[in-house]
């Protein structure tokens, strides 16, 4: 509880709730002990899980993610401050896709797998568009070198799909800002923080 300076109940349940107007959303994270494992982050509002993996720790991907979803590769950043991008998708095994592209190449130090987390995981059709709209937004983005030079083809959906997809696109951009990888372009970003 917040008080005001006459002792009043002023309702804040966070300091993060004086951001007047922030959508926030809270993750939740598995964070192994040891360097050699993924992190693994949840985000129950889009009903997603996210696998942060570094060379290191790709081997220790569980059982779970040997079923369909979409990763990205990531780049260090160079000297003017971009950093690299794949995008890919996988039907089955995503850990197998993902760790195969990431450990063959030596442009990516860092993973980041998606899959729904529930029953049914995500349809084709549903990580067609996902990667789709994945592509426009690295593309767009300020400081990032997109390794996909084709958009792939966005599969259609059903009219309830894309509100669904779209908190997960979303989920996907804030996660990669918390490692580190701002997908915000230009005029997105407050000049005065720097």
């Known amino acids: ?3 005001d300076d006459e ?3 002023i309702g804040k349940q966070s300091p993060a709730a004086d951001a007047a107007d ?3 959303v809270t993750f939740a994270a598995v964070v192994p ?4 494992f993924p992190i693994v982050v949840f985000d129950n509002n889009a009903a997603l899980r996210a696998a942060i993996v570094d060379r290191g720790t790709a081997r220790h991907l569980g059982d779970e993610w040997r079923s369909g979803g979409l990763y990205l590769l990531l780049g260090r950043r160079n000297a003017t401050g971009e950093w690299g991008a794949s995008i890919g998708t996988a039907i089955s095994d995503l850990a197998e896709q993902a760790t ?4 063959d ?3 990516w130090y860092r993973a980041l797998l998606v899959q729904r987390d529930t029953t049914y995981g995500f349809t084709s059709a549903q990580l067609d568009w996902l990667e789709g709209q994945l592509h426009d937004v690295l593309a767009a983005a300020q400081n990032v070198r997109l390794t996909n030079k084709t958009k792939p083809v966005e599969a259609t959906l059903g009219s309830s799909e894309p509100q ?3 908190l997960a696109l979303e989920s996907i951009r804030r996660v990669l800002r918390l490692i580190g990888h701002d997908t915000s372009h230009g005029d ?3 000049p005065a923080a720097g």
């Open 33 to 36: 002990e040891g360097v050699g």
């Open 164 to 166: 669904v997809l779209e």
């Open 7 to 9: 002792g009043n109940d």
């Open 22 to 24: 922030q959508d926030l």
């Open 188 to 190: 997105d970003t407050d």
């Open 100 to 103: 195969s592209r990431f450990c």
């Open 105 to 107: 190449q030596d442009d």
């Open 1 to 3: 509880m917040f008080l």
